[in-house]
């Protein structure tokens, strides 16, 4: 039967091409056996629904289990009144047994003379009187609040000690955070701080990201079903640029399966997995999207501002911190260090906060490009220059993040430069003081380097192009700009202080340093 990637909703396993979920999480039947309650968090479109709802289908179907995933989603519209929630929450609690149980494993019908069910004694007469002890799996948990929350948490501690002969024997809570975290203040600003009220968890799992192996093992799916390869290279090049990220490994290899390469005789090559990476960037899908959204909140500012812009994170609380990790924007270094998740991530999140300034330079005409339509580096750097001086001070009151708006106003010029035609790459990290570009357009390759100086710091110069040599030494370049963006105070306008000069950087390369 044909299969295909898939980019919405959980997977099903006779469509899609899936990993079962006891590879991903294989300690989860040894912590249900020991009737334990737990907690799996991971950020969103990683996989959880489709583990959580496998598993569940195959610990039913084992005969020893009476197992079900269902959803706490509908009571979010009520997190002040918990009744409203409960009743919205079992009435689609009762639906997806229906669904996924035989009549025997189903749980009671509630005769509707009866005061209305409340959770926990829906849990009770259920694990009562069901022939196999009960497993239940919460999804969306966390998108409950206020008193809601803490009503739903205390009901299910109220009922732990009862298990499995009248409550379930193991509960999952399923989100996108831990508990501790969840929140329950009016708009969701607070956290609970604590395990309580749900402090019988044993544990809390994050479902990780695919390993190279396991991206190997989906694609795989794909060659043994259809015939069309996967070439070493380029299931290494889409696990470095989407490093595992569930989502991001489904929708390169459909867009290429579906779209870019339909003939299954054409083998899939480094080549096609940077052109469907291209496209999702342009287009930047729903899973895109939301995250992009996330960036203009406070609290993934604070995270994301100083990364874009190589500086330190001061005083930041861990709970920011934790969001942005758990939210997937961003992940460990091997060091411990916190980075961007993965290099598609790097590269739209300027993009998206840049994407006001770069719809108001559509006027702007392409005067970098010579007759035969080949870029001119020269002509690019006289009409960055003119560009700078015109518009780049109005142009920084358009960026939401405007610590770094210099930064962000140089990429929305750049990104008019590749439209179409070409391509940006950057690198960035905590505490490197810099950005770094790569702007590619046909056989031109340019290397430049973005650093600040602030008032009571020395001119980064000396310090710039050191940083360089580095960088173009690894794309074998000769050449490149230094651009230096000067926000100190009291300077003149940014229109009268542009100026370009001539540097030769410790290793012997010629440089244009451009200041303003």
Not at 48 to 66: D, E, F, H, P, V
Request: contains cysteine; glycine residues 6%.
């Amino acid at each position: 039967m044909k299969k295909w990637f898939n980019t919405a909703g959980p997977c099903q396993a006779d469509i899609h091409y899936m990993l079962p979920a006891s590879d991903r999480l294989p300690e989860l039947v040894d912590l249900i056996d020991q009737r334990n309650y737990f907690v799996i968090h991971a950020p969103r479109q990683t996989g959880k629904t489709t583990a959580m709802m496998s598993l569940a289908q195959s610990l039913t179907a084992s005969g020893r289990y009476n197992a079900v995933m269902v959803s706490a989603e509908v009571g979010s519209a009520f997190p002040d009144e918990p009744e409203k929630a409960e009743q919205a929450i079992l009435s689609a609690w009762r639906d997806a047994a229906d669904f996924w149980l035989t009549d025997e494993l189903k749980p009671p019908i509630h005769n509707p003379n009866q005061p209305p069910q409340r959770i926990g004694n829906f849990l009770k007469v259920w694990s009562e009187l069901s022939p196999r002890p009960l497993v239940i799996f919460i999804d969306e948990i966390d998108s409950l609040q206020n008193q809601t929350l803490i009503t739903v948490l205390r009901q299910l501690r109220d009922g732990f000690p009862r298990r499995p002969q009248g409550f379930p024997q193991s509960v999952a809570l399923v989100g996108m955070r831990d508990v501790r975290d969840y929140k329950y203040a009016s708009g969701g600003g607070e956290r609970l701080n604590t395990s309580s009220p749900f402090n019988i968890k044993v544990r809390s799992f994050t479902l990780s990201n695919f390993s190279l192996a396991e991206v190997r093992n989906l694609y795989q799916q794909h060659t043994e079903t259809t015939g069309q390869i996967f070439t070493p290279e380029s299931i290494d090049l889409a696990f470095h640029l989407t490093q595992g990220q569930p989502w991001l490994v489904n929708a390169i290899a459909k867009e290429i399966t579906e779209y870019i390469a339909k003939d299954p005789h054409i083998p899939i090559t480094p080549e096609l997995v940077n052109q469907a990476k291209e496209i999702l960037i342009q287009r930047q899908d729903t899973h895109l999207d939301s995250l992009a959204e996330r960036l203009r909140e406070d609290r993934v500012r604070v995270i994301m501002q100083p990364i874009l812009s190589g500086q330190e994170l001061v005083n930041t609380p861990e709970d920011d911190l934790r969001y942005v990790l758990d939210l997937g924007l961003c992940n460990r270094d091997s060091r411990g260090g916190i980075q961007i998740a993965n290099p598609i991530y790097r590269e739209i999140i300027p993009k998206v906060l840049a994407a006001i300034t770069i719809a108001s330079l559509t006027s702007i005409s392409p005067t970098w490009l010579d007759t035969n339509g080949k870029l001119n580096a020269q002509a690019l750097l006289d009409s960055f220059i003119d560009f700078w001086r015109q518009h780049g001070e109005p142009l920084f009151k358009s960026t939401p993040y405007p610590e770094i708006a210099p930064h962000l106003v140089l990429m929305a010029f750049l990104h008019r430069v590749v439209n179409g035609g070409g391509s940006l790459e950057r690198e960035y990290a905590v505490g490197s003081g810099r950005m770094d570009i790569c702007l590619r357009y046909g056989k031109v390759t340019l290397g430049m380097e973005l650093k600040v100086w602030r008032d009571r710091k020395p001119d980064p110069l000396n310090e710039g192009l050191k940083q360089l040599d580095k960088y173009l030494s690894g794309l074998n370049l000769d050449t490149g700009w230094l651009v230096i963006f000067d926000r100190r105070e009291g300077l003149p306008p940014l229109s009268d202080r542009t100026i370009t000069e001539s540097a030769i950087s410790p290793a012997g390369r010629d440089i244009t340093v451009i200041r303003g």
